[in-house]
């Protein structure tokens, strides 16, 4: 059974961190191309940053150079590091895996996400 389990969300003040990760079992977790997504209360759900099986990475520009997105594949985990966070990073992150980047929104496995919630 392929489960991905997001944690480390919660309530952290506008400039602070967290680091997001999310544990994958049921899949070769090293051969797939992983991502973030976030949806915020009202909006559409949106890409956040994803990193190929080979390591390669892209960013959504509201997010670049604020997040990084890594993976570690003797843990089977990936991370979502989020610095200098502000009141509209507030959403709820999703984390997903496919067979390639293009197929991730369509046809990823997703987690059950994890509420991160930035105050003033």
């Known amino acids: 059974q392929v489960q991905l389990v997001e944690s480390g969300g919660g309530l952290v003040q506008a400039g602070g961190s967290l680091r997001l990760s999310c544990a994958v079992s049921?899949?070769?977790?090293?051969?797939?191309?992983m991502g973030w997504y976030r949806q915020a209360a009202g909006k559409q759900r949106e890409l956040v940053a994803t990193?190929?099986?080979?390591?390669?990475?892209n960013y959504a520009d509201s997010v670049k150079g604020r997040f990084t997105i890594s993976r570690d594949n003797a843990k089977n985990t990936l991370y979502l590091q989020m610095n200098s966070l502000k009141s509209e990073d507030t959403a709820v992150y999703y984390c997903?895996?496919?067979?390639?980047?293009?197929?991730?929104?369509?046809?990823?496995?997703w987690g059950q996400g994890t509420q991160v919630t930035v105050s003033s």
């Open positions: 997903a895996a496919s067979y390639s980047v293009a197929t991730l929104t369509d046809r990823g496995y």
């Open positions: 049921g899949i070769i977790f090293r051969t797939r191309a």
């Open positions: 990193v190929s099986n080979a390591g390669s990475t």
